[in-house]
């Protein structure tokens, strides 16, 4: 966990209200054919796509690649509609830095441009 206390109740899943019951809660407050979008660690995909099973369907996973080569994704953005029984699909993602580090155009323009994503 981070040494800030601030940034860990943001980075780290507190037992007592783990994963599941933050999920369950995001979806109780969603409309039925409504969507709720997650971004979280991409080594804990299998888990978050466990607790949607069953109540969410047209999951979309974007993963957010740290650069082009063939580094694993960190963190992934997922989008699921409540109530769906669409099947789910992988998305291609967003290459978020060029070789030199820069962010590349297309993170660029989310990230300071406000432009938005086509999950």
């Known amino acids: 966990a981070p040494p800030n206390t601030a940034k860990a109740a943001s980075h780290v899943e ?3 209200t783990g ?4 999920i369950r809660f995001a979806l109780a407050m969603t409309r039925s ?3 709720v979008t997650f971004v979280h660690r991409a080594d804990r995909l299998d888990h978050v796509l466990a607790e ?8 979309v996973v974007f993963p957010l690649w740290p650069d082009a080569t063939a580094k694993p994704a960190k963190r992934v953005l997922i989008r ?3 109530g769906s029984a669409q099947p789910m699909r992988l998305a291609a993602g967003l290459i978020l830095h060029e ?3 820069r962010y590349t155009a297309a993170a660029d323009a989310v990230l300071r441009h406000a432009h938005g994503l086509e999950l």
Not at 19 to 22: D, E, I, P, Q
Not at 52 to 59: K, N, S, T
Request: charge should be positive; hydrophobic fraction near 40%; glycine fraction near 24%.
């Open 14 to 16: 507190a037992k007592e």
């Open 52 to 59: 949607l099973y069953g109540q969410a369907g047209g999951i």
């Open 33 to 35: 054919k409504g969507t």
């Open 80 to 82: 699921a509609i409540k």
């Open 19 to 22: 994963l599941g019951a933050w």
């Open 99 to 101: 070789s030199d580090g």
